[in-house]
């Protein structure tokens, strides 16, 4: 698609809004005496408004990533995007959107917020990408398409051209959620929103970074969907202390820590195939594991009781006797299993 098809998904109301200018907006320069925005004079680390812009924040994000920082939107958390993108391009009670399943529950509620249609497509077998079948899904009121790859809660990734094949063919906007990207072997699409400007690629510092305290989400899309989304958020939607403290985090590698937790997965992996409870531990790009037991409700209680907590995905529709796993710390990994070691 151009970028011009673009302007044609836009709700009415957005691609003529006037977006709030916030009064640093309108004073650019650094010092002097700052009697426009009614905050308190008096020093105390957080008595100004945070940059609306994130300019700091968003320069060493874009370097972190290699990408032009016209081209990132920072949000409170990725569920912060995943709401501005059904605000967006979809008419309240008239457009759709389609979606996998299963996949992560934000995609649903936000759409249930916005009184839009999430039309759900089952993946296929071993949790395939149903290309096809989710093209079929989409009609004239379909604004966008939501993919998760590596998928959450199953964790596989899904092969590139596949979701290269669905982008280039949808006319409307396509949503690839990165969440688990820092773990997968499989490289980012984030590049290819330069070519692709009806892609947006989310990734969040939630998972692997270790911020999920903090709530920093990405988007990287082409620079008139990012101008979009900048206008619609709220115009101080990271605070400041926010903003400072993943700065100082982002100068912390990570590297260590997931290589340690993939390792950990195969360890895990490989280890869950030996129990006898245990019926299929699927394949995973992310940090965690969906595994099929015997009983999953009984064997979530009795988890429970030994203080191990898991994420009990039996009611779901394709995850059928299956517990999520999240991958800990070796010593955590190994409770875990030696818990699972006494169910029969
Ligand atoms: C955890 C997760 C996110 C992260 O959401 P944040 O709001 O950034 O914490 C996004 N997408 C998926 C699929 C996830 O599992």
């Known amino acids: 698609m ?8 836009v709700r009415k109301n957005i691609a003529s809004l006037c977006p709030y200018s916030t009064a640093r ?32 924040l968003k320069a060493r994000l874009g370097q972190i990533k ?67 079948e989710l093209l079929k899904a989409c009609d004239a009121h379909t604004k966008a398409i939501f993919l998760c790859s590596p998928n959450n809660p199953n964790g596989n990734a899904f092969p590139r051209e596949d979701l290269l094949r669905i982008i280039d063919s949808f006319r409307g906007m396509v949503v690839v959620d990165e969440a688990y990207i820092d773990f997968s072997s499989i490289p980012s699409l984030k590049e290819e ?58 100068e912390e590698s990570v590297e260590g820590k997931v290589r340690e937790t993939v390792s950990e997965r195969t360890r895990v992996a490989r280890e869950l195939e030996q129990l006898s409870c245990v019926q299929t531990v699927f394949q995973s790009e992310a940090n965690f594991l969906l595994v099929k037991v015997n009983d999953a409700d009984s064997i979530y209680g009795q988890l429970i009781e030994e203080g191990i907590i898991v994420r009990n995905r039996s009611r779901i529709k394709g995850c059928e ?6 991958i800990g710390t070796r010593e955590e990994n190994d409770r875990l299993l030696s818990s699972l070691r006494t169910i029969k």
């Open 321 to 326: 006797s299956c517990l999520r796993i999240t």
């Open 66 to 132: 290699g990408m032009a920082t016209e081209n990132i939107f920072l949000g409170n958390g990725s569920d912060e995007a995943i709401d501005l993108i059904f605000r967006i391009f979809c008419n309240p009670g008239i457009d759709n959107a389609v979606a996998i399943a299963p996949s992560y529950g934000m995609y649903g509620v936000a759409a249930g917020i916005n009184d839009i249609e999430l039309r759900e497509v089952q993946l296929g077998n071993g949790f395939s990408l149903p290309t096809d």
């Open 2 to 9: 151009k970028r011009n098809e673009i302007n044609a998904l």
């Open 25 to 56: 907006d309108e004073y650019q320069g650094g010092i002097g005496i700052f009697l426009d925005a009614n905050e308190s004079p008096y020093e105390n680390g957080f008595n100004r408004y945070p940059d609306p812009h994130q300019k700091s």
């Open 193 to 250: 929103v330069l070519e692709r400007p009806n892609l947006i690629v989310l990734q969040t510092l939630s998972k692997a970074w270790g911020m999920a305290g903090l709530r920093l989400g990405m988007a990287f899309a082409d620079e008139y969907v990012i101008r979009l989304m900048s206008a619609v958020k709220y115009p101080y939607n990271i605070n400041k202390s926010a903003q400072d403290s993943v700065l100082r985090l982002l």
